[in-house]
């Protein structure tokens, strides 16, 4: 009988810089929301079913969900992790496509939202613990996700608008290595290194563990590739074939883990 890998211990962060990223985040949000036109708003997003005013609406949900979790009592339970959230997500898409398309009939945008949200967060300590739509989570692993929320779909309404939209570092740093880190997750073992410079470097998949040199099979991309592959926006054989994945040894293919979140 062959053990299988235990999963990778979740990561740490600052909470304080967490804070800041996303309150940089959100604000850009607002700013680049704001600046829309009709005609865009009414465009495709790029995502099935929505156009870019459904893009909106969620990314003002994803900034309101955050005051309403934390007037909401201390919830009981053992908090889930990052990863465990990540992972998760997928089995919600009906309840958050609905909630956007009620977001975006009101005209609800981010700017709406990010003073009353930032304003929920002053004082709240970093051991609060609050609900969210997967389970508990303490605060500053609840705002990763929120960084998620907003980098990914904030890339969405980039590919959606094609204006470049101005990540925080920290930011758009954290969200890959979360996404990583839920990897690492999902296919726990040593076989494989996958490498997102500068950010993140992880470990997975069950095979051969190298001990010196370079490893037999790594994945390497960039920032935004990952992000675009990890939550189904980019195929892996698209990737590949275009040269913004260089995978090398015969473990390296990630299809089957992929995509984490959609």
Known sequence: MTNRPAAPRPRKVDPAKVRTALIAEWRAMAEVTARLTPAQLA???GLTGWSTANLVGHLAASVEAVP????????TGPPITVEQWANGTRAHASVISAIADDMAEAGRTPADCVDAAIAA???VPDTRTTITRIGPMRLPDMLVTRLVEGVVHSDDLERATGEPFPH??????????????ALAVRAPGHAVEVRVPPFAVVQC???????????P???ETDPRTW???ATGRLTWADAVDDGRVLASGERSDLSGYLPLMG
């Open 217 to 219: 099979n790594v994945v």
């Open 43 to 45: 465009a495709p997003s």
């Open 168 to 181: 925080d570092r920290h930011a758009l740093g954290t969200v890959v290595r979360a996404l990583a880190d």
């Open 227 to 229: 992000i675009r592959l």
């Open 68 to 75: 309403r979790w934390l007037a909401e009592p201390v919830p």
């Open 121 to 123: 967060l002053d004082g």
């Open 205 to 215: 998949v069950t095979g051969p563990r190298h001990t010196r040199g370079v490893p």
